[in-house]
């Protein structure tokens, strides 16, 4: 059996880094890079990816 994932983002206006710059070191649940983080390692956890 096969398993298809999908990841759907909202506009992320611009936000690459995960804050938004308000205060210094401020972490937030968000931008470009924490989606990458989560699509890497769900890859590394499936056999058959494609890119």
Known sequence: M???AFYVVSDVHG???PTDF?????YQPMGLLLAN???EQDR???TKVLK
């Open 2 to 4: 096969s398993n298809i």
């Open 15 to 17: 936000y690459i880094f």
């Open 22 to 26: 308000t205060s210094r070191n401020q």
């Open 37 to 39: 983080h989560v699509i």
């Open 44 to 46: 590394s956890s499936m």
